[in-house]
């Protein structure tokens, strides 16, 4: 363990604000600037903002070079304003009907070649943001049929467009965002240990990181402390998405700790003692606002999941280290069991 108490630093998307549409409902609250979303991040002490491309410069698809790199100035200059900074740059390669049948995996060529352009417009916007940081979640990366894709090619695809993005900019640091479904029925970058290796096979493995999102682990049927453990192990957790869920359905994106205080609490645990932060690193947060929450009241997801983190790491820190190493020798984790309710409950024990 590292000396010395870590401050973090925490972080969000503004898709993370959202107005309450699902799949089986329009939606139910006024959408809200991308400047009054700047200020709800600076009102609610978050210190960064994450980014799609097109969150930074709205259709993009259909604008110049020139006209990108003005829109990018634009945004980069309202979070100066605003003393915020931007942590991450993801291409959105899920919209386009040129990735209708994935991205940098499409059987067509033509797609792939897409996804690759969209990519390094979205490295160029990270430029003008200010950070060498993007995030891929491969969102269409994977199959609905089995037998319509080969994943050996398409691994070789993924391996390929992602040294094309490396060899573009040599300052680029790629995080590899996994998640084992959905959009697609099966993705093929499900869990941490895929997205290491794929990392190890590109033409510059130093600059190949990991974002763990805990409701995408769940999913997943894995734990996400052990997740984010597994890449810190590996020095690769480069940035999360905490949140949480609820068993094995769609991604909910559920504010931190609202289904499992104790699963929660292990994810801040690991953080904590493996000095997640001190790369400076952010604690990022990827949560929806429920449908039923009204206007008024519709940021409380980020503002709850950031003191919840907080109240963990309280946890954490005041945790009887010594009681913890001795029921370990005894061998009696169901007293360790017990102490550790306890002091989540903050009974006497
Ligand atoms: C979706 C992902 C998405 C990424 C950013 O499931 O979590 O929000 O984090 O592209
Ligand atoms: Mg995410």
Known sequence: MTEGLTSYRFSFGPWNISEGADPFGPVVRDPLSFLEKVKIAKQLGFEALQFHDDDAVPDLDSLRPAEITKQARATKQILADHGLAAEFVAPRLWFSPHTIDGAYTSNDPVDRAYAVERSIKAVDIAHELGTHLMVLWLAREGTYVREAKSVPQAMQHLVEA???????????RILVEPKPNEPTDQAYIPTAGHALALGYRTIDPSRMGILIETAHQILAGLDPSDEMGYALSFHKLWSVHLNDQSGLKFDEDKSFGEVDLRRAFNQVRVLEENGYGRNGEYVGLDVKAMRTQKQEVSTKHLANSKQTFLWLVEKVRTLNRQLQSELIKQRDY???????????????Y
Request: hydrophobic share 40%.
């Open 334 to 348: 169901e007293e360790l069991n017990r102490y550790i309710t306890a002091h989540l409950l903050g009974v006497p």
């Open 162 to 172: 992602i040294n094309k993005l490396l060899e573009y900019d040599k300052h680029l």
